[in-house]
């Protein structure tokens, strides 16, 4: 259950950043709220597995680069990692659309604060 809660935080956070930043779209087959639904759950997994996989990786790699900058470095890698889901998802004819460094930096914030304000409004059922 905590996972399908994570996955529609992500899908959120990912739908905000669509809507708030010009040059990040989500794009779907078909008009309608059903598919831009299902397409922004089908990116919000490709988000959390990239996240999963690949951002320790590349956190890790740059870690001297973490430390000189005191962690706002980990906004390039958060605009890294929406990129990376962008690229993935661009193998398919719909899913996220993301043109320019800027665009993926300022999706990546309003990604960060918006998974991080919902965490804390839906905590974990420990």
């Given at each position: 259950m905590q996972l399908v809660v994570r996955l529609i935080i992500n899908a959120a956070a990912i739908?905000?950043?669509a809507v708030w930043v010009d040059k990040i779209d989500v794009i779907t087959p078909a008009?309608?709220?059903g598919?831009?639904?299902?397409?922004?759950l089908a990116v919000a997994v490709v988000f959390t597995m990239v996240n999963a996989l690949v951002?320790?990786?590349?956190?890790l790699l740059s870690l001297p680069l973490l430390i000189v900058t005191l962690g706002l470095f980990l906004l390039v890698i958060n605009a890294l990692m929406l990129w990376l889901t962008a690229?993935?998802?661009?193998?398919?004819?719909?899913?996220?659309r993301v043109e320019g460094?800027?665009?993926?930096v300022f999706g990546?914030?309003?990604?960060s604060i918006v998974n991080w304000v919902l965490g804390v409004l839906v905590p974990d059922s420990d």
């Open positions: 739908w905000l950043a008009e309608g709220n598919a831009k639904i299902i397409v922004l951002k320790p990786i590349v956190k690229e993935i998802t661009a193998l398919t004819d719909y899913g996220l460094f800027w665009a993926a990546g914030i309003i990604v």
